[in-house]
């Protein structure tokens, strides 16, 4: 009796532990004073990235080879969905300087 209600709690852990792996996650990075926050960022295919610009300037997040150019108000936001497995520069257009990168895994 006592070994039959262990196994069942057993199996309910595992069909959770199961469930989870693909669910999409928001990756939050912050631009604050002129910077990109983390600079670098590790996301699955399909997890959005979310920039929260904290300035009193605009930004942008712009890749590199053109894939994607997110515009960042003065105390706004952008976002993208991570579409395929790669590795992104990217880079804001009015301040060049502004560096970013983005590594793109497997889901
Ligand atoms: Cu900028």
């Given amino acids: 009796m006592r070994r039959t209600l262990t196994l069942s709690i057993l199996l309910a852990v595992a069909t959770c532990a199961a469930a989870a792996p693909d669910a999409a996650e928001t990756v939050r990075i912050n631009v604050d004073k002129l910077r990109f926050a983390p600079a670098e960022a590790t996301v699955h295919v399909g997890d959005e990235i979310e920039w929260t610009n904290g300035d009193f300037v605009a930004h942008t997040a712009t890749a590199r ?5 997110v515009a960042l108000p003065v105390k706004g936001s952008g976002r993208i969905v991570a579409q395929q497995v790669g590795e992104i520069d990217y880079f804001c257009r009015v301040h060049p300087n502004m560096r970013g990168h983005i590594s793109v895994k497997p889901k």
């Fill in 65 to 69: 080879d053109g894939a994607w150019d």
